[in-house]
């Protein structure tokens, strides 16, 4: 998977010409149409609606009307972190995502090692489903270390008037890289499940394991999206001093 950067718009361009990051980043109600379209506007949020759509073979005015309706329906008091200063956004991605990976990574690890020992015999693709979500959390816990200590405060000096302490475009792009390893590592898990759809037979174990991937998934998508398409673009403009 690789990835394309958010592209932000001219007013006025039309909606099917609008990339989908900037589109989610000005109203996340609009995340969940995505989603149930199986449009990545997280890691691919430099694309635009058009190219989004022919690229998944999707009709574009029937995701356009959709859009439109989710648009009509959001309350106007939802609160948008897209729209926060980025140290108050920084705060918000710790407290909220990165906390939420803290918590439940290691639930759903216990619940994927369990279901891979007791199902994986008779349906093999459980105990991939385990390897990949092994091997993802391990980085995600690496990747959360490496904001925390080293490109969030960096960018925390900028944005209170200092100088970054290293030029901030290498930790970015590792970043990035890692944003797009997390979301191919998501999509594998989403083809193994069936789009995380339990069978019949499944055990209690079975059923809340797939819940907690679903909801780790759209965690993980906005979490993604709020760093590629928001925090990080505008420090391509900035400059370590």
Same mark, same amino acid.
């Given at each position: 998977?690789?990835?394309?950067?958010?592209?932000?718009?001219?007013?006025?361009?039309?909606?099917?010409?609008?990339?989908?990051?900037?589109?989610?980043?000005?109203?996340?109600?609009?995340?969940?149409?995505?989603?149930?379209?199986?449009?990545?506007?997280?890691?691919?949020?430099?694309?635009?609606?058009?190219?989004?759509?022919?690229?998944?073979?999707?009709?574009?005015?029937?995701?356009?009307?959709?859009?439109?309706?989710?648009?009509?329906?959001?309350?106007?008091?939802?609160?948008?972190?897209?729209?926060?200063?980025?140290?108050?956004?920084?705060?918000?991605?710790?407290?909220?995502?990165?906390?939420?990976?803290?918590?439940?990574? $290691?639930? @759903?690890? *216990?619940?994927?090692?369990?279901? =891979?020992? !007791?199902?994986?015999?008779?349906? %093999?693709?459980? +105990?991939? /489903?385990?390897?990949?979500?092994?091997?993802?959390?391990?980085?995600?816990?690496?990747?959360?270390?490496?904001?925390?200590?080293?490109?969030? $405060?960096? @960018?925390? *000096?900028?944005?209170?008037?200092? =100088?970054? !302490?290293?030029?901030?475009?290498? %930790?970015?792009? +590792?970043? /990035?890289?890692?944003?797009?390893?997390?979301?191919?590592?998501?999509?594998?898990?989403?083809?193994?499940?069936?789009?995380?759809?339990?069978? $019949?037979?499944?055990?209690?174990?079975?059923?809340?394991?797939?819940?907690?991937?679903?909801?780790?998934?759209?965690?993980?998508?906005?979490?993604?999206?709020?760093?590629?398409?928001?925090?990080?673009?505008?420090?391509?403009?900035?400059?370590?001093?």
């Amino acid at each position: 998977m690789s990835h394309t950067a958010t592209v932000f718009t001219p007013a006025g361009t039309p909606l099917s010409d609008r990339t989908v990051g900037e589109i989610v980043a000005e109203n996340p109600s609009q995340a969940r149409v995505f989603q149930s379209f199986a449009i990545d506007f997280c890691c691919q949020g430099g694309r635009t609606l058009r190219e989004a759509c022919t690229l998944k073979g999707i009709n574009l005015q029937s995701v356009i009307e959709q859009l439109e309706a989710a648009n009509a329906g959001a309350s106007v008091s939802e609160n948008n972190p897209a729209l926060l200063p980025p140290l108050e956004l920084i705060e918000h991605i710790v407290s909220k995502h990165h906390a939420y990976l803290r918590s439940d990574l $290691p639930r @759903i690890h *216990a619940m994927s090692e369990r279901v =891979a020992k !007791v199902h994986g015999g008779h349906t %093999p693709s459980l +105990v991939e /489903l385990f390897e990949v979500f092994r091997t993802m959390a391990e980085e995600l816990d690496s990747h959360m270390v490496k904001e925390e200590q080293i490109l969030f $405060p960096a @960018i925390q *000096a900028l944005c209170a008037g200092g =100088a970054s !302490v290293m030029p901030l475009d290498g %930790p970015v792009a +590792v970043m /990035l890289q890692e944003h797009d390893d997390a979301g191919g590592a998501l999509a594998r898990m989403r083809e193994l499940t069936n789009g995380f759809t339990a069978p $019949p037979e499944a055990c209690n174990t079975y059923r809340a394991l797939f819940a907690g991937l679903v909801e780790l998934e759209e965690d993980l998508h906005r979490h993604i999206h709020l760093e590629n398409s928001v925090l990080f673009p505008p420090l391509a403009l900035s400059k370590a001093g």
